[in-house]
């Protein structure tokens, strides 16, 4: 199998689990990652679903950095944020009916499943190495705009979503704290685990960038 159909079956695959996790998060009730804190603020307060939300913002984000680095729209970009809304709509309307965490210990259950399953598929994603996702592109675009290194940039970035998913009354709780502080491990965990498979498998470089 070639290696660009090997970097697609990861990018769809991944936007297909990572939109499961964040859909079990929103579930969860115990708050979301800042960016979809901010989705579903905006969900609760305007209308529209989640997922639609999901484009709206991804679009105005692409369009951001596109702007702000002088270079056209990524293409894969706004594709990825299409797909993302479309797969967070698709878990949410599945998930609702079927899970219902109803005391504190399914909650944390729900939460920690979630944020570990959105790990996997956020992995998977980074090593098919198509396009960063908008919030990703951002980080980098306010880096390279303030000479801020990548923590303090992501930092920024995420307290700014923050900021306006409470404003919006969106889905800011415990949870938000623990994905901030434990995401970027499980993501890292499971490119080092997938990584991995791909050298044993194929017995060739590491995907990124091949």
């Known amino acids: 199998m070639k ?22 998060t929103i579930q969860s009730s115990l708050g979301t990652s800042p960016f979809d804190a901010l989705l579903v603020g905006l969900h609760r307060t305007f209308g529209l679903t989640i997922g639609s939300w999901e484009i709206v913002v991804g679009l105005t984000m692409i369009l951001f950095n596109a ?3 002088r270079k ?8 990825t944020s299409l797909m993302t ?7 949410v309307f599945i998930l609702k009916e ?15 499943s979630g944020m570990i399953i959105a790990g996997f598929g956020i992995a998977m994603n980074l090593q098919a190495d198509f396009a960063p996702n908008p919030f990703d592109r951002m980080m980098l675009v306010i880096k390279d705009l303030t000479g801020w290194n990548v923590t303090i940039s992501r930092a920024f970035i995420s307290i700014i979503l923050v900021i306006l998913a409470a404003v919006f009354g969106g889905a ?12 970027g491990y499980i993501i890292h965990l499971f490119m080092k685990i997938i990584d991995q498979f791909d050298q044993r498998t194929f017995q060739a470089a590491p995907l990124r960038g091949s």
């Open 98 to 112: 079927t899970v219902q965490p109803e005391t504190a210990a399914v909650q944390f259950t729900c939460l920690i």
């Open 67 to 69: 702007a702000a680095s």
């Open 72 to 79: 056209k729209p990524e293409l894969f970009a706004v594709i």
């Open 85 to 91: 809304g479309a797969g967070i709509d698709f878990w």
């Open 172 to 183: 800011v709780g415990i949870g938000t704290v623990i994905i901030t502080i434990f995401s």
């Open 3 to 24: 290696r660009h159909y090997i970097r697609g079956l990861y990018y769809l695959a991944g936007l297909f689990i990572m939109t499961a996790g964040i859909a079990l």
